[in-house]
């Protein structure tokens, strides 16, 4: 079964620096989507950026980009540059594709980490 | 209209009423999801469509009940329910459900009370 695990529940960035969300997961399976969705308190999830695991090359999306670590299973998100408007929950999820007979493929969630940025 | 869009945004309803949320997507997807939001957990996937087809039904109790009449809408009727299944319900379309590249794009959610 997959997981992801989001060990930061809160983080604080000053405005205009760079922060770090962490990312681990679990999975057996050798072909798998990363995706990471950003949650402001209207409640859409906003799609930020994904990896793939056989890509070679960290994704980067003006700016996220993720941090992929294959062997360590992580995939941690980092923002460049804070804004105001980037204070949001963060959540971390893993795809994986038609697998061991299952018929469909699966988003899994992490826990989320609320992102607050300070002017 | 573009992306995805979902009515009511916000919805009360009492345990014996009967309640329909909707969907809608404007990007040409083939399958549709719907997922709950509750406090404190991660997001609960709830059922897929394919092509108007559903091919999960992730153990949802039967008070739930979709509906797909074409690739661009997905309904969820709702009766009898219960308050611990006041949440925030959130409705994505994606273009090949059983792609691991595959990404879903969410729409604003409907937040439900059931008092």
């Known amino acids: 079964a997959q997981k992801i695990t989001q060990t930061q529940p809160g983080m604080f960035v000053q405005e205009k620096e760079a922060v770090t969300l962490d990312c681990t997961y679990d999975t057996s399976d050798q072909s798998y989507g990363l995706f990471w969705y950003k949650q402001p308190s209207s409640g859409e999830m906003i799609f930020l950026i994904y990896q793939g695991s056989y890509d070679e090359q960290n994704a980067t999306e003006g700016r996220y980009s993720l941090n992929f670590q294959k062997a360590r299973k992580s995939a941690n998100l980092v923002i460049s540059a804070s804004q105001l408007g980037d204070s949001a929950m963060y959540f971390c999820a893993i795809f994986q594709g038609d697998a061991g007979g299952t018929s469909y493929g699966k988003l899994t969630f992490g826990q989320g980490t609320i992102l607050t940025v300070h002017p | 209209e573009t992306g995805v869009t979902q009515t009511p945004r916000h919805l009360v309803m009492g345990m014996t009423n009967k309640k329909s949320l909707k969907c809608e997507q404007h990007?040409?997807?083939?399958?549709m999801y719907w997922y709950k939001q509750s406090a404190k957990k991660p997001l609960e996937l709830m059922f897929v469509y394919s092509l108007e087809e559903r091919v999960e039904n992730n153990s949802v109790p039967s008070r739930f009940s979709p509906e797909c009449p074409n690739s661009s809408h997905l309904f969820l009727h709702l009766h009898t329910l219960q308050p611990e299944d006041s949440a925030l319900y959130l409705c994505?379309?994606?273009?090949?459900?059983?792609?691991?590249?595959?990404?879903?794009?969410f729409g604003p959610g409907t937040r439900l009370t059931v008092l």
């Open positions: 994505a379309s994606s273009q090949d459900w059983s792609s691991a590249t595959d990404t879903q794009y």
């Open positions: 990007l040409g997807h083939n399958a």
